[in-house]
């Protein structure tokens, strides 16, 4: 085996899909060694279109690396044929746009597969393709109030808010990365593709776990929304613990950490007092525990307490803000975030894949291509256009 090589190298990828969901998918494919081609409009995709706003062109940057970028308008016909054309030599298509958008653009999978049976076509969006709800709209913010993450996050007595990353989408990109992969693998062995779909809401349920067993196991009763709390009210101390310039987050999980924390805090009484004899007990009174650790906390600064805490095992870490995130030492030494020196937006940190494999070096991220930047080397050099041709297309609105 070449350990050099990346597994998806010499796999061609058409990626229609727009914002985070299918591009944050497409990306890891491409990080994995496949070529991806970028088709967006002729005004481009939504998520370059939001670099008109101050810093809002970094996202596009970070997703979009190592794709070359192509403009088709699909709404005509010479577009369409275009595509189609690349299609019938590509081996994956990705697209999350609206269900039945590309049906009705003549451009849906049941279409493709008789022109390139080996098409894995790989859709995403915020319900599905099936079901009463498909036609709902689906950004990441209406599916996460859809489908009840929003009302498990935040504090109890305070209105449910949105989870701060946008879970659904980027949890939708994983799955959606998983399905065209199991894919490509069946291929391998029956030498025809099919279709993937992930609906946004399917991809992000498993993780309400556990707020679902807090919520089974009251009869339905109890208050979603935890706070910093475990959101199945099933771990104590486990929360968000103040410091004299921060937070911390602390958790014990089992006896051995609770008397190393009770250790550190020189509260060695604590083992013998009933209500904290062991995690039931804990758990109600959780607010004392929380007390007793709080009290504790504040008086130290976050990262002494941290190694302190580390020193005698007890899981915890320093609440973060961007900035110490951006600049991670270790994630720069892992390769995990990169300092890229880009075109438009100057030096930027953009992250790797998280996938690596044993061996092979990372793919180098080169930076996200301009609007169209590849126009002529798809559609001339490797369609086989002419310098006329590309010229009228141009003309006519067609690239």
Not at 27 to 46: D, S, T, Y
Not at 158 to 186: M, N, Q
């Amino acid at each position: 085996m070449d350990m050099n090589r990346l597994p998806l190298e010499g796999i061609t990828v058409l990626d229609l899909s727009q914002i985070y969901n299918g591009p944050y998918a497409t990306f890891m494919l491409a990080q994995a060694g496949a070529e991806i081609i970028k088709v967006e409009p002729l005004g481009g995709e939504h998520l370059r279109k939001r670099g008109v706003v101050g810093g809002a062109a970094l996202p596009f940057a970070m997703l979009n690396g190592n794709k070359r970028a192509v403009t088709l308008n699909l709404k005509s016909v010479k577009g369409r044929a275009l595509l189609i054309a690349i299609a019938k030599r590509a081996d994956i298509l990705v697209e999350n746009f609206a269900p039945g958008v590309m049906e009705r653009l003549n451009l849906g999978y049941e279409f493709l597969r008789t022109l390139n049976p080996r098409l894995i076509y790989g859709q995403s969006s915020g319900y599905g393709r099936s079901g009463p709800n498909r036609d709902y709209p689906a950004m990441d913010l209406t599916v996460q109030a859809m489908s009840g993450v929003m009302s498990i996050t935040g504090f109890p007595d305070r209105p449910p808010v949105k989870a701060g990353p946008a879970l659904c989408d980027f949890f939708a990109g994983v799955h959606l990365y998983g399905a065209i992969v199991t894919a490509l693998y069946e291929r391998e062995k029956t030498g025809e593709g099919r279709l993937v779909e992930v609906a946004m809401q399917d991809a992000v349920y498993a993780s309400l776990s556990s707020s679902l067993g807090l919520f089974a196991g009251s009869g339905g009763t109890a208050m979603q929304r935890t706070g910093n709390r475990h959101g199945g009210l099933a771990e104590s101390p486990y929360n968000v613990y103040p410091t004299q310039d921060g937070y911390i987050a602390i958790i014990c999980v089992g006896e051995t950490h609770w008397k190393s924390l009770v250790t550190v805090m020189k509260r060695e009484e604590l083992l013998t007092d009933p209500r904290f004899a062991d995690l039931k007990t804990r758990v109600a009174h959780m607010d004392t525990v929380d007390d007793i650790v709080s009290a504790f906390t504040k008086t130290f600064d976050k990262q002494p307490l941290f190694e302190l805490l580390m020193a005698h095992h007890v899981p915890c870490a320093p609440v973060r803000e961007l900035a110490e995130v951006v600049n991670d030492p270790h994630m720069h030494a892992r390769g995990s975030l990169q300092y890229q020196d880009h075109p438009e937006l100057g030096r930027i940190v953009v992250q790797q894949s998280p996938l690596r494999f044993e061996g092979t070096p990372m793919r180098e991220l080169k930076p996200s291509a301009k609007l169209g930047q590849h126009n002529a080397d798809i559609f001339g050099g490797w369609l086989g256009l002419s310098e006329a041709e590309l010229s009228d297309l141009k003309k006519e609105g067609v690239i």
